[in-house]
């Protein structure tokens, strides 16, 4: 049988955590509304996915080479 005092505890223990866990979470969703501002404040032009997604191939491309090239040493 486990006793009052360490139920307390355990209750403690649980609120705490509770209470860091939505303390992060706020943190976080501060940290990421300022992050979605930023990027909607951003001046610069935007740039098509189809143009994104080309260099992408690209680069994956260039890094599968080098990759075989050096698995073949």
Same mark, same amino acid.
């Given at each position: 049988? *486990?006793? #009052? @005092?360490? /139920?307390? %505890?355990?209750?403690?223990?649980?609120? &705490? +955590? @509770? /209470? +860091? %866990?939505?303390?992060?979470?706020?943190?976080?969703?501060?940290?990421? %509304?300022?992050?979605?501002?930023?990027? /909607?404040?951003?001046?610069?032009? @935007?740039?098509?996915? +189809? +143009?994104?997604? &080309?260099?992408?191939?690209?680069?994956? *491309? %260039?890094?599968?080479?080098?990759? #075989?090239?050096? @698995?073949?040493?």
């Amino acid at each position: 049988m *486990v006793d #009052k @005092s360490t /139920l307390a %505890r355990r209750a403690r223990r649980d609120h &705490a +955590e @509770s /209470l +860091e %866990r939505a303390h992060e979470a706020a943190a976080y969703d501060k940290w990421f %509304r300022s992050q979605v501002q930023a990027a /909607l404040g951003d001046p610069r032009p @935007s740039i098509p996915h +189809e +143009e994104v997604a &080309a260099r992408w191939a690209k680069q994956r *491309v %260039r890094i599968r080479r080098r990759g #075989k090239a050096i @698995s073949r040493r």
